[in-house]
């Protein structure tokens, strides 16, 4: 019962009181501008499907599918338009100056609390102590 009112009634927050358009640039922008925000995505999908009877339930990653599968049918919607991504001579793209900001000494910053969160969070350290090569 659980499963199929989720399945038929969930939508993301704010999409009652936003537009589709609205709601979709919120989602891409955290969870599809690159594989670290799908892989939070998974995430917070692997949490809802450890509920007993909700195993293999998709819905984030489900939303974002059809978000993106919007923005190829409709060039320019949510404000998405493809851009080249930059590279370093190592071949990876360059690390992002916000993590480092945004962890060292502060005490809000949660442990992690799945594989998923555990294995993001060595990965984003290995790129801060190594710059990603």
Sequence with gaps: MVRGALRSLWTPVGAG???????DALGLYLFADGPEGREHARGIDETIAAVPGLEGLTLIQDYLDTAERRVAERPGWAGVSPMPSPRRDNGHPPTPTHWRDSVDSRPDVMPATSGVERREEERAAHVMRDGGS
């Design 17 to 23: 009181v936003k537009s589709e358009e609205e709601v």
